[in-house]
């Protein structure tokens, strides 16, 4: 069955510096894979995705995620990070029927 | 595009009763839908999957005849809570797939409905 782990529960960062966020999964086949933010009280917006092609995927709002197979990981980045970008963070797998990771919250701290 | 409402965004309502929520796709028709609910601090679970014009599939676990899913047209699916109790206050996302927008890969996800049951 497919799974996501978001290792890190809660992220703290303070603005201008760089962020990471892990994500790992389990699945049978080529994954899909995705990253979504959330603020409080909100839906979820889509940051990028990856299927297949290149394994650096670009964003909206300034992130990227990199596809490593030999890792099982699709780790998120973001090289400068805005006060604005706090929010909680979800990596999903699968298309028919999505998994969440558990979520990262991100705080940045001025 | 790709947009997808919710109404309401949020709602209390007494033991006993039942709720409706509906999910909207505002700008594209949308051939499957799901509904997926959050506990506070957690990540999202899914209910349940809905094409357009058929019966709905719930997960292991989601009482059919508890949470009801209609989903009537390509741009509408409701779902009801039904005989709701506290233990079903929680915040309830839909999303909304196209195989024409986006693809039958991506889900574009509502604002979700927080209820919460007295």
């Known amino acids: 069955a497919q799974s996501v782990t978001q290792p890190d529960i809660h992220i703290t960062v303070s603005e201008g510096a760089s962020l990471e966020l892990r994500c790992n999964y389990s699945?049978?086949?080529?994954?899909?894979l995705f990253w979504y933010v959330q603020s409080p009280g909100q839906g979820l917006q889509l940051l990028l995705k990856?299927?297949?092609?290149?394994?650096l995927v670009q964003g909206i709002k300034g992130f990227e995620a990199e596809f490593k197979r030999s890792q099982s990981s699709f780790n998120l980045r973001k090289p400068s990070v805005h006060w604005s970008d706090a929010a909680e963070y979800f990596c999903?797998?699968?298309?028919?029927?999505?998994?969440f990771g558990a979520g990262t919250r991100l705080t940045v701290k001025p | 595009g790709a947009v997808v409402s919710q109404h309401p965004s949020r709602v209390i309502c007494k033991s006993g009763t039942s709720v409706k929520i509906e999910c909207r796709s505002l700008?594209?028709?949308?051939?499957?839908m799901f509904w997926y609910r959050q506990f506070p601090k957690q990540s999202l679970m899914l209910m349940a999957t809905?094409?357009?014009?058929?019966?709905?599939?719930?997960e292991q676990g989601v009482e059919k005849d508890k949470f009801l899913i209609n989903h009537a047209s390509l741009t509408l699916s409701t779902l009801t809570v039904t005989s709701a109790h506290p233990e079903d206050s929680s915040f309830y996302i839909c999303?909304?797939?196209?195989?024409?927008?986006?693809?039958?890969?991506?889900?574009?996800f509502g604002p979700g409905t927080r209820l919460t049951v007295l």
């Open positions: 999303s909304a797939r196209s195989p024409v927008t986006g693809g039958m890969d991506t889900q574009y």
């Open positions: 699945y049978g086949a080529t994954p899909y």
């Open positions: 990856y299927f297949s092609g290149d394994t």
């Open positions: 999903a797998v699968g298309a028919n029927d999505m998994r």
């Open positions: 700008d594209f028709q949308a051939t499957t």
């Open positions: 809905s094409n357009e014009g058929s019966k709905a599939t719930y």
